[in-house]
Nanobody, 124 residues
Framework: QVEVVESGGGLVQAGGSLRLSCAASGRTFSSYAMGWFRQAPGKEREFVATISWTGGRAYYADSVKGRFTISRDNTKNTVYLQMNSLKPEDTAVYYC?????????????????WGQGTQVTVSS
């Protein structure tokens, strides 16, 4: 049984930082890309960041480029999203997903398993 569990969300002031973690189990973690998506109230879920199976390649949405950093630790079956210079428009539920392939994907079709999400709220 594959399990994906996000943590680290919370309330932060604009300009602040948060670090999200995502622990995956039930699948060979190091063989697949990982991704982060988010969904704001009243909006569709959107891509945030993705990282390849080795961690050698990463790709970001334009809206977070330069502020967010995705990383992974294959020894801990965990992927991280470091979020700096947070803005109120970053407020959303953040979802972690396990990729269907080794290489990165910026669309939901590229992911097989999803977590339940963690809430991030940025106050102005």
């Amino acid at each position: 049984q594959v399990e994906v569990v996000e943590s680290g969300g919370g309330l932060v002031q604009a300009g602040g930082s948060l670090r999200l973690s995502c622990a995956a189990s039930g699948r060979t973690f190091s063989s697949y890309a990982m991704g982060w998506f988010r969904q704001a109230p009243g909006k569709e879920r959107e891509f945030v960041a993705t990282i390849s199976w080795t961690g050698g390649r990463a790709y970001y949405a334009d809206s977070v480029k330069g502020r967010f950093t995705i990383s992974r630790d294959n020894t801990k079956n965990t992927v991280y999203l470091q979020m700096n210079s947070l803005k109120p428009e970053d407020t959303a539920v953040y979802y972690c997903a396990i990729g269907a392939y080794r290489e990165i994907s910026g669309t939901e079709r590229g992911y097989d398993y999803w977590g339940q999400g963690t809430q991030v709220t940025v106050s102005s």
